[in-house]
Structures are given as structure tokens and as C-alpha cells.
């Protein structure tokens, strides 16, 4: 079955720092891949969307690649900010349609 | 409102009562996902509508779980005969098509002791 799989340990960098988060798929390479962020007591919030012909996305402070030699997409926030701080899931489309999360990587961002 | 709304937002349950979760997604979205969210987890999917089809319900956990979206819009969840195991955060998202950016709702948080 297709899996993702995100750092679980949680990252917590300065204020200013450019945070890079890690997800690894397996099988086979997805279209795209999504990458959501998630507040405390809230629903994830959709950020980017990387398609597989794609290696790089930008919006803003967000950077995402997607190497699929590697089977891997890394999330880049640069200029980190405390308001950056969230969890943040990777998601793919499986077969049949279904979103497949990863367990999410927990940012914290220390001023 | 403009985004996906859920109810209630907190419920505690007796083991062995029965439950039911709203969700009422964006005006005009065809597809309804069910998600169950467990603590330091991501969301797994449950089961998904196009409009009142149920077309996927392979997440549901057990026959104990039935979901409904009778008119194509409101849908709900339902729990019955809960366990402890049934705790968890159950999010509802909507979107304008099946494999479309999917708007999440603040979720059900459900405690059943």
C-alpha cells in the first residue's frame, strides 16, 4: 500500500531561520503531492500543490521540491516567522482517489 | 458562512452510547470526505461522497460507523455503541470535485469515556 512518511520529531528553529521539513513516499510516484498546515483545535489548510513533472513550487515564503528519484518532497519556509508555527502534513492521491496524510511534522519557531 | 462548518465541536460520550457528527460543507462542493484524526497523527480517510453517493466507505473502521448525505449537502456521521477506542478528532472537508483542493472543516473532537 502506498504510505508517506513525515519527520515526527518535532522542529524547532530561530525566528529568521529557513525550516525544511522532509516527506518520503513509497510504490509509486503520485501525480503531486499536497502539503497542508495545521493549527492547534483547527482543520489542515491547504498551502501547495507540486506535480510530479514539477521540481520546484514557490508562494511566497514557501518553497516546495519534489525529487521522485528520491521519492521525496521537502517543504521550505524561508524567513521563518513564530507565526509559522504549526504542524505540517504531506498528502497524496491514492488509486482509488483518497487523500493519504502523513503523521505531520510539528514546526515550532522560537523568536 | 463561506467555509466548511462541523457540530458540535466537542462531544464526551458514555462507552455504549450513540453518537452523530454534522457536517456542512461549502455551498456547491460535490464531494464530502469523512476523516478521523487521532493525537499526533494525520487525518485518515473514512469515507467519501459525490453529492448523496456514497462511493468509497473503506476507512470506516467498523459496521459500528455509518455515514449518510441523503440530500447532497448536509451529511452525517454516526457512531454507534461507542468504545474508546473511538476517540479521536473526526474532521468533514468538502470539495468542488473528487482530486480538487479539499477545505477542511475545525473538526468533532470526541472523547468517549
Known amino acids: 500500500s502506498q504510505k508517506i512518511e513525515q519527520n515526527s520529531e518535532a522542529l524547532n528553529i530561530q525566528e529568521g531561520k529557513t525550516a525544511t521539513l522532509t516527506c518520503n513516499y513509497t510504490n509509486y510516484s503520485p501525480a503531486y503531492l499536497q502539503w497542508y498546515r495545521q493549527d492547534p483545535g483547527r482543520g489542515p489548510v491547504f498551502l501547495l500543490l507540486?506535480?510530479?513533472?514539477?521540481k520546484e513550487k514557490r508562494k511566497e515564503r514557501l518553497k516546495v521540491t519534489f525529487d521522485t528519484t528520491l521519492k521525496q518532497s521537502l517543504f521550505h519556509i524561508t524567513a521563518s516567522q513564530p507565526a509559522d508555527s504549526a504542524t505540517y502534513l504531506c498528502?497524496?492521491?491514492?488509486?482509488?482517489?483518497?487523500?493519504?496524510f502523513g503523521q505531520g511534522t510539528e514546526l515550532s519557531v522560537k523568536p | 458562512g463561506a467555509g466548511v462548518s462541523q457540530s458540535p465541536r466537542y462531544k464526551v460520550a458514555k462507552r455504549g452510547q450513540d453518537v452523530a457528527l454534522r457536517c456542512d460543507p461549502i455551498s456547491g462542493h460535490v464531494s464530502l470526505f469523512w476523516y478521523q484524526q487521532a493525537l499526533g497523527q494525520g487525518p485518515e480517510f473514512l469515507t467519501y461522497f459525490q453529492n448523496e453517493a456514497q462511493l468509497d466507505k473503506s476507512g470506516l473502521p467498523s459496521d459500528r460507523f455509518f455515514a449518510e448525505r441523503p440530500e447532497g449537502s448536509v451529511s452525517t456521521l454516526k457512531i454507534q455503541r461507542t468504545q474508546q477506542e473511538d476517540s479521536a478528532v473526526y474532521l468533514c472537508?468538502?470539495?468542488?470535485?473528487?482530486?480538487?483542493?479539499?477545505?477542511f472543516g475545525p473538526g468533532t473532537r470526541l472523547l468517549v469515556l
Open positions: 472537508a468538502s470539495s468542488f470535485e473528487l482530486e480538487e483542493t479539499q477545505y
Open positions: 498528502a497524496r492521491y491514492n488509486q482509488g482517489g483518497k487523500l493519504i
Open positions: 507540486i506535480r510530479e513533472n514539477e
